[in-house]
């Protein structure tokens, strides 16, 4: 399954000309940067378009057809006002409804991610905050399968820097503010994080160093002066594959069901009614195997992988339908 990204763009009346010109410009070289990752890593990339201005739609749904996103970034209109909070529900249906988990090499997961792009002030920042805590804190209460963090890049005078800001925080994205003519910088470097990813998929020490990251952007003509930025981009992508960037402790141990991995109660399973009878998440690897289980419920404990030769856990595949899975194939764990 390819990487999905929803970008979610401001067409309201203040990007009339020179701004609508530079979006479509960003999300052109966006696009064509994704299909040269897909040409020399083999990471494939669906993208989907969503706008609000005058009008507030899906523009395209998740696709890697490329020249059809084109199109439809092409026929974007400037108009009307800011409706950003009707432009991120539009991007969480589509997530909701065609996004799924990038499985990369080595068995680690990438959820979707919303790019957000405005150079305005919202129509109500209120609700805007409170769609900004549905892709992050209250994930499950709306219907999303995982977390989704949203990049948001602010251009212009008007553009309310705190709310990008707090967006950032509550979803563990990023965000960055500066000129219209640096949009294209901004799309590129997201290419490139993506690129960073597939390369060292299988090196978590490099998945989680600055320093290793910003070596990479350097070795592509990418300089990132801003440590901010570089911070917020690795943050972004440690959310995307549903890891910590600083406890150790959640490391990937090799052998055990990836983190983000959905499961049932297994063939050893002895602990009632903990999961509810439902899927949980596994969050954390333990030694001695164990790991952490966050369940839909709300409730969270430790299971049994190998401790006591002992599997309580078995993987969910699909929508409800559980299956023996081949831990050679999955990278994950069987009945």
């Not at 010109?21 to 494939?44: D, H, P, S, V, W």
């Not at 005058?54 to 800011?82: E, F, H």
């Not at 680690?108 to 957000?116: C, S």
Request: hydrophobic content about 40%.
């Amino acid at each position: 399954m390819p990487l999905d990204t929803v970008l979610c763009l401001d067409t309201s009346g203040s990007m009339a000309g020179r701004g609508l010109r530079e979006l479509k410009k960003a999300c052109t070289e966006f696009l064509l940067g994704i299909q040269q990752t897909a040409t020399q890593t083999g990471l494939r990339e669906n993208v989907a378009v969503v706008e609000f201005g005058s009008k507030t739609r899906i523009v395209r749904n998740l696709t890697d057809n490329y020249r059809l996103t084109k199109n439809a970034i092409d026929s974007l209109q400037a108009g009307g006002t800011t409706p950003m909070f009707e432009g991120l529900m539009e991007a969480m249906k589509e997530v909701i409804q065609n996004g799924g988990v990038l499985t990369l090499p080595g068995g680690k997961k990438m959820t979707p991610r919303i790019i957000l792009m405005t150079d305005g002030r919202p129509d109500d920042k209120d609700q805007v905050l409170k769609a900004a805590m549905s892709f992050g804190p209250l994930w499950k209460a709306v219907g999303l399968p995982f977390p989704i963090p949203i990049a948001c890049v602010g251009c212009g005078p008007d553009v309310d820097k705190e709310l990008l800001a707090v967006i950032a925080k509550v979803t563990n994205g990023m965000f960055v503010v500066g000129d219209i003519s640096q949009l294209g910088d901004f799309f590129r470097r997201q290419v490139l994080l993506i690129r960073f990813a597939a390369q060292f998929s299988h090196d978590m020490d490099k998945l989680r160093s600055l320093i290793a990251l910003r070596a990479f952007l350097s070795s592509m003509g990418e300089h990132v002066d801003n440590e901010d930025e570089l911070k917020g981009l690795l943050g972004l992508l440690l959310t995307m594959m549903m890891i910590s960037g600083d406890d150790d402790d959640d490391l990937e141990i090799e052998g055990y069901p990836p983190l983000g991995t959905r499961v049932r109660r297994g063939r050893d399973w002895k602990w009632g009614n903990q999961d509810g009878g439902g899927v949980g998440t596994v969050t954390k690897h333990n030694r001695g195997g164990v790991v952490d289980v966050e369940w839909d419920i709300g409730r969270s404990n430790t299971y049994r992988h190998g401790a006591e030769d002992a599997r309580d856990l078995r993987v969910q595949i699909g929508n409800g339908e559980t299956k023996t899975v081949d831990l050679a194939i999955l990278g994950a764990f069987t009945e």
